[in-house]
């Protein structure tokens, strides 16, 4: 099992920035992938990005240039450094930790945290 808390949400004016994180526990050693998704009000849950053990990582392209992930294996932890936030920008960020069992994928999923930009 993983458990996955983010935290750093808010309210923020269009143009401003957002750090969110992502701490994990539990069997974090076989964590491969990480990534951060949003939904917006009405709208269907979309990849924001996604980053593996080894580093490399994948941007939706509506943040390629505004966001940038990482991720601190030593201390379990993921952000999403935000920067330039639009109004499009708002909804709920969710943390995902994928675990791979030979050809088995398990997601675990955070409670989510809330961002809201405002024009």
């Known amino acids: 099992q993983v458990q996955l808390v983010e935290s750093g949400g808010g309210l923020v004016q269009a143009g401003g920035s957002l750090r969110l994180s992502c701490a994990a526990s539990g069997r974090t050693a076989n964590i491969n992938s990480m990534g951060w998704y949003r939904q917006a009000p009405g709208k269907q849950r979309e990849l924001v990005a996604t980053i593996t053990s080894g580093g490399t990582t994948n941007y939706a392209d509506s943040v390629k240039g505004r966001f940038t992930i990482s991720r601190h294996n030593a201390e379990t932890t993921m952000y999403l450094q935000m920067r330039s936030l639009k109004p499009e920008d708002t909804g709920v960020y969710y943390c995902?930790?994928?675990?791979?069992?030979?050809?088995?994928?398990?997601?675990?999923w955070g409670q989510g945290t809330q961002v809201t930009v405002s024009s």
């Open positions: 995902k930790g994928s675990i791979l069992i030979g050809p088995l994928t398990l997601d675990y």
